[in-house]
Structure formats: structure tokens, C-alpha cells
């Protein structure tokens, strides 16, 4: 009879699941990290002799030929090789399009750490130490750099820097020192041309907030920030003065 039959036992309920505190996993990063250094800035006299000597101050410290970087144009003004300015990142690639790839890692290392504005600096670069890899780019360890060129807003002189930088995926402890000793190498041959007047008081231009006052080089278009410019900073003309 079915009401005598053994009641069949109730399966328990399965165990609570456990609280995992934490879960295993893979961890990925990438660190970068760039350094870059510049000398105080010395005034250099008018002959136009002192513009031509500049590649040849380079050449013997660096391992690789000279390039010149002349200033952005002025449609690529607004220029950054920042990756998360999009825009402003792809007008650098084209405006730099035609650079080898040592002149564009150094343009990269020196404008990311500000120690260029290729809105008015010329920059006559190299390799000055390490090596490179397959594809020609520098290692983290090497040194590129050179000499940064601009023109005093106030006297029309020109300005002239070493200017040194490294790094990427990983860092060496003797880089900064053998950076140190090309940026002390750099500036000593500039003095040692003889063009050289002394130091200048403003090394970098620093552009007043405000109104550019109608101030704009009739020669190459820049428009200056400084209301007391005489001097265009990117080609050393006149400044046209605007009513």
C-alpha cells in the first residue's frame, strides 16, 4: 500500500558558494618615463655666419648626421604629438611626416616634457648617444638632442640652447648623467664659437594671457602674445603693429 512505503529523503540543499575575497588574475602596465634637460639660453651676435655655424657644433657629438627642424607652419600651429589631443596630434604627424625616425622621437621626448615650442624654436638634432632598434627609433636608453634657435622679441637676437632628452619603456642609471655631461658639452662648444654675447635674461618665451595687440610678422604670419614685441621669435623680422 502506497501510504506504508518509505518516504523518499529530502536531497539537502547545496552548500552556500564561498565568497572568493579575491580573484586570481593577470596585471598589466605600462610605465613611461621621459626626462629631458635645457641649458640657460646664450645671445648670439648678428652675423648670419652664426645660423649656418650651428649644424657643425652638433655634428661632432652626435653619432648621426644633423637634422634641421625649422618651426611649425602656421597652419599647424595648434600642433601636439599628445595622443590624446587627437586633432591636434594629427597635424603633427603630418606636419612631421617627412622627419626620420630619430628627429621625430626626439621632437616627441623634448615637446612632451616642454622642453621645445616648435611654434617659434628651430632645432638642429641627433642621436648623441645609444643606439637605435630594428625600425631606426632610439632605445629608452639613448640620448638624443642638439641646439634650440629663436629670436629675442625685444633686441632681435638670437637665442640659442642645448637642449638634451631620453627615455621611454624603462630607465638606466647612468642616462641622466651621460645626459648631464652633452648638455654640459653642447653649451660649452657654443661659447667656445666665439659668436656668443652672454646670457640671455629670457631663455623660453613666455606669452602674455590676453589679446595678441595687432602684433603679427608680416614675413612668416606668427602673431606674438606680448604687447612690447618689436622682434619676430620664429624669423627674426620686424613685427608689423597692428592699429
Not at 628651430?122 to 630594428?134: K, Q, Y
Not at 627615455?167 to 642616462?175: A, F, L, M, V
Not at 640671455?200 to 606680448?226: K, N, V, Y
Request: glycine share 10%; charged share 20%.
Amino acid at each position: 500500500m502506497s501510504f506504508l512505503k518509505r518516504k523518499k529523503a529530502e536531497s539537502p540543499p547545496p552548500p552556500p558558494t564561498p565568497m572568493v575575497e579575491e580573484v586570481t588574475g593577470q596585471q598589466y602596465a605600462l610605465k613611461l618615463a621621459y626626462m629631458a634637460r635645457s641649458s640657460d639660453g646664450l645671445r648670439m651676435g648678428t652675423d648670419p655666419a652664426v645660423f649656418k655655424m650651428l649644424p657643425q657644433i652638433v655634428e661632432p657629438l652626435s653619432d648621426t648626421p644633423i637634422e634641421i627642424i625649422e618651426p611649425l607652419p602656421l597652419e599647424y600651429s595648434d600642433a601636439t604629438p599628445a595622443v590624446e589631443r587627437f586633432n591636434e596630434m594629427q597635424q603633427w604627424v603630418l606636419a612631421r611626416r617627412d622627419l626620420g625616425p630619430i628627429a621625430r622621437h626626439a621632437l616627441y621626448v623634448l615637446e612632451m616634457t616642454d622642453a621645445l615650442d616648435m611654434t617659434v624654436d628651430t632645432f638642429f638634432s641627433g642621436l648623441l648617444h645609444g643606439e637605435t632598434d630594428t625600425s631606426g627609433y632610439p632605445d629608452y636608453h639613448a640620448v638624443v638632442g642638439g641646439l634650440a634657435s629663436h629670436f629675442d622679441e625685444l633686441s632681435g637676437e638670437l637665442i640659442v640652447r642645448s637642449v638634451v632628452g631620453w627615455g621611454g619603456k624603462g630607465q638606466r642609471g647612468d642616462t641622466e648623467r651621460i645626459g648631464q655631461r652633452l648638455l654640459s658639452s653642447l653649451y660649452q662648444q657654443v661659447l667656445a664659437s666665439g659668436y656668443s654675447l652672454g646670457t640671455a635674461d629670457h631663455a623660453r618665451i613666455t606669452p602674455a594671457a590676453g589679446p595678441s595687440g595687432g602684433l603679427a610678422c608680416a614675413h612668416c604670419g606668427f602673431e606674438s602674445q606680448s604687447a612690447s614685441a618689436f622682434y619676430c621669435p620664429k624669423c627674426g623680422m620686424r613685427m608689423a603693429r597692428g592699429t
